[in-house]
């Protein structure tokens, strides 16, 4: 292994890699106005609280800053190496974390999402609310079906999430990643809740996937139209 690597691999490297990421994060947070739809989405899931929030990846990097004080949140995090700087960014920030991923599959059967999925559980169990991206690993704005066995096994609604910022910059990689930048306007839109039955056979927890990537789509175009439109064109609605 090049000495590169092995440098960016250590724990010191990573750890102030995450605090800075996750510092300007803040940043962007505070110095940008957000319009947030609907205006009562706090009330509304703190009546179904704990909740699933899901959301796309690549648009995820100012979730952490939705949680208030009085919530309790953990969000899924990659076991691959390069989740490790997300994860601490994520602890930096007042989130707990849990280790795994989806598979292909669109469930959860490797790289520990067996202990992940059964970890999730135990969150909701606690009352802890569970954030994670609804994506098939590496294949954008396609929701697996990980995320609604959850909701089918937990009982617990899932929230479809977007916030997006009019001053960005987005990649040219596989989920067109929205790196947002400060001292602008944004948005951030829930689309209803979405219930998943305990008894959904493989018929319901598909129509159930449709549903969530619908209800992503939507409030993912939602967002950027917020964030892309002028003050009076918001007002307007």
Do not use: C
């Amino acid at each position: 292994m090049s000495w590169s690597r092995r440098l960016f691999r250590s724990r010191a490297i990573q750890t102030a890699g995450a605090v800075l990421a996750a510092e300007y994060l803040r940043l962007v947070w505070k110095t940008s106005s957000f319009v947030t739809e609907p205006q009562d989405v706090y009330e509304r899931a703190a009546r179904d609280s704990p909740v699933i929030l899901a959301m796309w990846h690549g648009q995820h990097f100012l979730v952490p800053f939705i949680r208030r004080d009085e919530h309790r949140a953990k969000v899924l995090v990659s076991r691959h190496r390069d989740g490790e700087i997300n994860a601490i960014a994520a602890e930096w920030l007042g989130v707990g974390t849990i280790r795994g991923s989806g598979h292909l599959s669109g469930g959860f059967i490797d790289k520990g999402g067996v202990s992940a999925f059964k970890e999730m559980l135990s969150a909701l169990g606690q009352g802890y609310n569970v954030a994670l991206t609804a994506d098939i690993p590496k294949v954008a704005r396609v929701a697996g079906l990980g995320i609604v066995k959850l909701a089918s096994a937990s009982g617990r609604p899932i929230y479809p999430i977007a916030i997006a910022t009019r001053r960005r910059v987005e990649l040219n990689n596989w989920d067109h990643t929205a790196v947002n930048l400060p001292f602008g306007r944004g948005g951030g839109v829930a689309s209803a809740p979405l219930r998943v039955p305990a008894d959904a056979d493989g018929a319901a927890l598909e129509a159930a996937r449709r549903a969530l990537e619908a209800a992503l789509d939507a409030a993912t175009a939602r967002a950027y139209a917020i964030a892309d439109r002028s003050r009076e064109d918001v007002r307007r609605g």
